[in-house]
């Protein structure tokens, strides 16, 4: 009989951690939860993961300096970073701090894992390249921070990005493509 693989699953947002948990336990994975860096790292030294889901926006430090320890201790550990707030420049470093995909909030069960690879083991380098958010999608969760800083206003946040309401409106409309 195979052992279940084990996750390490780092978000200091407990009820998204909880239900993720939950998630995962359900699909038969050995889950280990953690609030906050520090404990994720002694959780990774104390028995190393063979994946791990880290949210980026940790109270010190932060979950790329997670990534980069996790790789640290064990270089076989498969990661997935997850943020609120997804950016070009933060999902390639966390890709070359060690994490094999970034995904923005919120992300399913079912994305988490199909991020993994289908949760196959890492047999060495990987020949294809790391996935990074679309353009497309990055400028929609952009789009979507700056309307939430303006409390939901729309017709303030058109002139923050220095668009036609209309247009924004338009592009609020659309929620890209996971590819």
């Known amino acids: 009989m195979e052992l279940p693989s084990t996750i390490l699953l780092v978000d200091d947002d407990d009820v998204f951690r909880l239900r993720l948990a939950r998630a995962l ?3 038969g994975y050995l889950v280990e939860e953690c609030s906050n ?3 994720a ?9 063979e994946y791990a889901v880290v949210d980026m926006r940790l109270p010190e430090p932060s979950g790329l300096e997670v990534v980069r320890r996790l790789r640290e ?3 076989a550990t498969r990661t997935v970073v997850l943020t609120g707030y997804g950016s070009i420049a933060t999902a390639l470093e966390a890709i070359r701090l060690g994490a094999v995909h970034y995904l923005t909030k919120p992300a399913s069960t079912e994305e988490i894992l199909r991020a993994f690879g289908g949760l196959t083991p890492l047999t060495g380098s ?4 790391p996935l990074v958010p679309t353009l497309a999608r990055v400028e929609w969760e952009h789009i979507n921070r700056v309307v939430t800083a303006c409390g939901g206003n729309v017709t303030h946040a ?3 990005l220095r668009m036609h309401r209309r247009s924004l409106q338009r592009k609020l409309a659309k929620f890209p493509v996971n590819d």
């Open 25 to 27: 336990r359900d699909r």
């Open 37 to 39: 860096a520090s404990r």
């Open 41 to 49: 790292v002694e959780a990774a030294q104390a028995e190393p993961p």
């Open 73 to 75: 201790i064990e270089p």
């Open 126 to 129: 990987s020949s294809s390249p």
């Open 158 to 160: 058109a002139l923050q």
